[in-house]
């Protein structure tokens, strides 16, 4: 992904990761709340097998998109 991109995409994933804060169901191996930041970036790399920086720049739109996806279902 061109730098452009990336950091745009990292905006939207720190914006995704304010909205989420608070919302994440607990889990027993962060007794101390989870990190939606680092859930964001996860769920990013599991769903397109990468790290933001390395989706290629014509994915950006559908990156976007799961980004939305999952802070209206933050399970």
Known sequence: ???ENSNNLW???QK???FLSGQLPDHPNHP???NAYAHVA????EKFN???KDIPDEKFNEVVE???FLKKNPN
């Open 1 to 3: 992904m061109n730098k």
């Open 11 to 13: 905006k939207i994933i």
């Open 16 to 18: 995704a990761g304010d």
């Open 32 to 34: 101390k709340g989870r």
């Open 42 to 45: 996860l769920c990013v790399k």
């Open 50 to 52: 990468s790290s933001y």
């Open 66 to 68: 799961f980004i939305e």
